[in-house]
C-alpha cells in the first residue's frame, strides 16, 4: 500500500471515490434528492478541487497495487475549534475506504498519515465527525483513543443527521 499526496489532477480521482463510498455506505438513509443535493454540492471534482487549494487543507489517497483505495482529507485549522479546549485543534475527515475495501488496513494507514500530519502540523488535537449510527467506525476511531465530546449536525440535503464529535488529545 502507498499513501500518496494528492494533487490538483486528482479532483475527479476523489470526487469519483468520494460519490461511490459515500453512496455505498449512505445512501438508504437519504431520499433521493437530499442525496443528489448533497453529492452535488459535496462530491463533484470542483469541490475537490476547492479543497485541494485551500490553505491548510492536505489530502492523501491510499493506492493498493496502483488502484485507489481510500482517501482523507486534514484540515487546519479544525472547523470544529469551538468544541475544544485544545489550542491547535486539526480536523481529519473524509476517512474512505472504497466500498468492499474495510478490514484491509486502508483506513489505519490512512489514519496514520493523518495523525503524522497533525504532529507536523504542530496540532493538540484532532476532531473528526461521525454519524451516530455509525458503530463500526465510532469502534475504528475509539482504537486510536478518539472520544466524543460534543453532538453536532450535519446535512445531506434537507435532512439533518446527528453526528457525534470525537477529539483525540495529542
Request: include cysteine; charge should be negative.
Amino acid at each position: 500500500m502507498r499513501i500518496r499526496l494528492a494533487g490538483p489532477k486528482d479532483a475527479e480521482l476523489l470526487a469519483s471515490m468520494g460519490r461511490e463510498s459515500f453512496v455505498a455506505a449512505f445512501a438508504h438513509l437519504y431520499s433521493p434528492e437530499d442525496l443528489g443535493s448533497f453529492l452535488e454540492a459535496h462530491k463533484t471534482p470542483e469541490a475537490f478541487a476547492a479543497h485541494l487549494a485551500k490553505p491548510g487543507y492536505r489530502t492523501a489517497i491510499a493506492e493498493v497495487d496502483g488502484a485507489p483505495a481510500g482517501y482523507c482529507i486534514v484540515a487546519m485549522p479544525s472547523e470544529f475549534a469551538q468544541h475544544s479546549e485544545a489550542a491547535n485543534p486539526l480536523a481529519l475527515s473524509q476517512l474512505y475506504t472504497a466500498p468492499g475495501r474495510t478490514g484491509e488496513g486502508i483506513g489505519a494507514a490512512l489514519m496514520d498519515w493523518a495523525l503524522g500530519q497533525a504532529r507536523v502540523l504542530g496540532a493538540d488535537a484532532v476532531q473528526l465527525s461521525v454519524w451516530s449510527g455509525n458503530t463500526r467506525a465510532q469502534r475504528f476511531y475509539a482504537r486510536y483513543g478518539f472520544a466524543k465530546v460534543a453532538d453536532i449536525d450535519f446535512w445531506v440535503g434537507n435532512q439533518r443527521d446527528e453526528e457525534f464529535l470525537f477529539e483525540l488529545k495529542l
